[in-house]
């Protein structure tokens, strides 16, 4: 460990201790004490993630009040935007993680509703750094990334109606009862969660530390999630590619190609960063025969439906494309193909 890295380190140990001994000297003895428990579960002096009781300890400020649970939003998001170490910042994160995980209907209430005039994009990491040294830089990607993903998390978790990490609800019939076009859009939108994890920052030999360590394995569990949520439209949509009442049209075809090429392309990325978690052989193998099927389906409607004869007077003419209104310039009539 270099001087400034060292110098830098106890920089950090004093501040968390100046911040520890205002809460203390603080009037608000109620906002004081839960930002005591955010600051101690993340520190500057330890690399390794909040121990388990410090997460506890956060976890318990959502069991009491509406007023105290608000307070503990407030605290992390006030240290997350605050701070310039990515050690923090990860921390900051982290806890955030956990609190979608394991927080009570209150605590994540706070969090969906912060801040309190209705932002959408409130942990906003895109142009976090921390250059005070290389690793710290480095470190500021996994910061950046991670950011997002949580942000991946919560968007996902307002359009299913329900956080990730919730128990397995009865949704066959929700997802039955929805349109092609409400099906796609669902798709493309869980598929951009693991197209957030394959854009995993390339200093992978950063999960050697117990802090990046922890991350990926969260990370980790909400894409198993998110893989059984995309499994269950994928499926839906492959039965009614081949069904006569809600058969796909030649376009919902292509945008569903589409979609699945764009998770296939995930594929190789996300192997590399998860390494042996979360497989999941069989879901591949689904994709790719529903897009094989996808292909196949294709090409057939084009051939069925794209290619037509026009008789004009004693002349044969063939057109390709969709159907609409085409006038004949040489006979000045209009024909419909």
């Known amino acids: 460990m270099g001087y400034r890295t060292r110098l830098r380190a106890v920089f950090g140990l004093l501040k968390d ?15 004081a004490s839960a930002r005591r428990v955010i600051l101690r579960a993340t520190t500057h002096g330890s690399s390794a993630p909040p121990s388990d009781h410090r997460i ?21 998001m006030d240290r997350l935007h605050r701070t310039r170490n990515s050690r923090v910042a990860l921390k900051c994160l982290y806890t955030i993680h956990n609190i979608i995980g394991k927080g009570s209907f209150i605590l994540k209430d706070q969090l ?18 921390d250059d005070s040294d290389p690793k710290a830089s ?32 009865p949704k066959k019939e929700k997802i039955t009862g929805l349109s092609n076009s409400d099906l796609l859009k669902e798709i493309d939108l869980l598929i951009n969660f693991p197209d957030h994890i394959s854009d995993v920052p390339d200093s992978l ?8 360590y922890e ?30 009442g809600l058969s796909l049209s030649l376009s919902e075809c ?17 192997s590399l960063l998860l390494v042996n978690r979360n497989r999941n052989d069989g879901f591949w193998d689904s994709i790719k025969e529903t897009k094989a ?37 040489s006979r000045a009539r209009w024909v419909e193909f």
């Not at 100046?18 to 906002?31: A, C, D, E």
């Not at 996994?142 to 919730?166: C, D, F, T």
């Not at 030999?205 to 990046?212: A, G, I």
Request: hydrophobic share 40%; aromatic share 8%; proline share 2%.
């Open 17 to 31: 201790k100046g911040s520890l001994i205002k809460t203390t000297l603080s009037t608000k003895r109620h906002k």
């Open 56 to 76: 506890d300890a956060v976890i318990a400020l959502g069991q009491s009040s509406p007023a105290t649970a608000c307070t503990c939003i407030q605290a992390v």
């Open 112 to 129: 969906a509703t912060y801040p309190s005039f209705g932002g959408r994009n409130f942990i906003n990491l895109s142009t976090f750094r």
């Open 138 to 169: 480095e470190m500021s990607a996994w910061v950046r990334w991670y950011a997002g993903m949580l942000e991946q998390n919560l968007y996902i978790s307002r359009m299913l109606g329900y956080h990730l990490n919730s128990p397995p609800r």
């Open 205 to 212: 030999y950063l999960q050697r530390e117990s802090l990046v």
């Open 215 to 244: 991350v990926v394995r969260l990370v980790s569990e909400d894409y198993r999630f998110v893989q059984r949520e995309i499994f269950a439209r994928v499926a839906e949509l492959g039965v009614r590619v081949t069904s006569l």
């Open 254 to 270: 292509i945008e569903f190609l589409s979609c699945i090429s764009r998770l296939e392309g995930c594929k190789e990325r996300i």
């Open 293 to 329: 099927n996808l292909v196949a389906t294709v090409e057939n409607k084009e051939k069925e439906g794209n290619m037509v004869v026009i008789a004009v007077g004693d002349e044969s003419t063939n057109f390709t494309g969709l159907t609409e209104l085409y006038r004949l310039e």
